[in-house]
């Protein structure tokens, strides 16, 4: 049986899914998805634990993961993402080779688009080799948020200082 939270981030309404294995989404809906939210404990961890990262409290979440059903290449991937330190990032070709595999650096880029846990599997710390941010589901303006919350000297908006 899978069960639903809801919490309002500051990137917007996330909907979070857990099953009895762990969690199995956290997703951006929209405002309107609105749902009761389950009572179910792990949902309600989630849900705390996203509300102190946001709140500069939670630098690594503890929660179990259901990547039940997966594609196996996914997973080792997301179980890499799980490896990028809170404030850091990584690029796509350095996934690739701790993979053992360099030349899958766009397969590495799909599996962290279809990564179903945004945030707590922090795709959002995968930048290009060159630097730039590039590719993000929820757009470069959500994943450069995330990265400025992490990081704020490195990835601040320009002119956001004055």
Not at 53 to 61: A, G, I, L, N, W
Not at 99 to 114: F, T, W, Y
Request: proline residues 6%; charged residues 25%; glycine residues 6%.
């Amino acid at each position: 049986m899978l069960h639903k939270a809801f919490y309002d981030s500051p990137i917007g309404r996330l909907e979070i899914v857990g099953s009895e294995l762990g969690i199995c989404s956290v997703r951006k809906v929209e405002p309107g998805d609105w749902q009761r939210s389950s009572d179910f404990p792990l949902a309600l961890d989630c849900v705390r634990q996203l509300d102190e990262y946001f709140h500069h409290e939670r630098q690594r979440f503890d929660l179990p993961i259901d990547w039940s059903g997966a594609p196996s290449f996914n997973r080792a991937v997301w179980e890499e993402l799980l490896k990028i330190p809170y404030g850091h990032t990584t690029s796509y070709l350095a996934i690739a080779e701790k993979l053992h595999n360099p030349k899958a650096v766009r397969a590495v880029g799909q599996a962290s688009r279809s990564n179903p846990i945004a945030i707590i599997v922090p795709c959002h710390r995968v930048i290009a080799k060159s630097g730039d941010l590039q590719g993000y589901f929820y757009g470069l303006d959500v994943k450069r948020k995330l990265l400025e919350l992490e990081n704020p000297l490195s990835f601040a908006a320009q002119g956001s200082l004055f």
